[in-house]
């Protein structure tokens, strides 16, 4: 079994998730007493949210760059960034480590095109909704054609996500307008919706949503555990 080596923190709401989950289909996979081999590194998200907030890239690359060589120092045999957004600097923290970067969009994307779907839905912050890092992955790495809300929605969803999922925070009003903003995506040509924040599943999930729902953090931490396993 490798060594998943987790960045977490971003937030830890989430980041319990991916723990959680990576074990569970461990030990349903090996069954018995058996859980995954992990090591992660912690941030703590106020400094992040700062330098996001800012538009300080350059000084975010580096936190997540020393972190990724924290695990990889602490045995992991490869590396997964637990958030999308912070997939900003993937290619640039995989070029300054030794180990592979487990990428959460392209693990989203084979989901998305084994179900043969190409148009689909992403719901995110507002600069995984708004940047090329991952929209433009998709689209021009796996050949998907990706919309996102309107200007007022995207404030909508990303506000969302910062002032409340972060903090642990379930408010049903909020939920009620991100499946509106979902079914106006289903109008507009969405076969499948990807939930690109790994806080947005705490809210809404496939059993709330028509076309069928990729929950990137549930999709990664499958991936985690299919290569820690794999051969």
């Known amino acids: 079994m490798r060594t998943i080596g987790l960045i977490g923190g971003m937030s830890w709401e989430s980041s319990i998730e991916y723990y959680r989950i990576i ?7 090996l069954g018995g007493l058996h ?17 996001q907030r800012e538009g300080r890239w350059q000084q975010a690359t580096q936190f997540i760059i020393e972190a990724a060589r924290q695990v990889e120092r602490g045995g992991a045999d490869f590396v997964v960034i637990c958030t999308n957004t912070m997939h900003k600097m993937a290619d640039r923290v995989q070029k300054q480590i030794g180990i592979p970067l487990l990428h959460i969009a392209d693990a989203t994307a084979e989901k ?61 009003s909020s939920k009620i ?11 507009d040509g969405a076969a499948g919706i990807i939930l690109g924040c790994t806080e947005i599943g705490l809210l809404v999930g496939q059993a709330d949503v028509e ?19 794999e051969g």
């Open 23 to 29: 074990n569970e289909l461990v030990r349903e996979r």
């Open 35 to 51: 859980s995954a081999k992990s090591v992660m590194y912690s941030v703590d998200f106020a400094e992040i949210e700062t330098l």
């Open 112 to 172: 998305i095109k084994a179900r043969r779907l190409r148009r689909v839905g992403l719901l995110g912050t507002r600069f995984t909704m708004e940047g090329d890092f991952y929209r433009g992955r998709l689209v021009e790495k796996h050949g998907l054609d990706v919309l996102i809300p309107a200007e007022r929605e995207r404030e909508t969803v990303h506000r969302v996500i910062y002032e409340e999922l972060v903090a642990g925070k379930i408010i049903p």
């Open 177 to 187: 307008q991100y499946l509106d903003i979902i079914r106006g995506l289903v109008r």
């Open 211 to 229: 076309v069928p729902v990729f929950d990137t953090t549930l999709i990664h931490a499958r991936a985690a555990v299919e290569y820690a396993l």
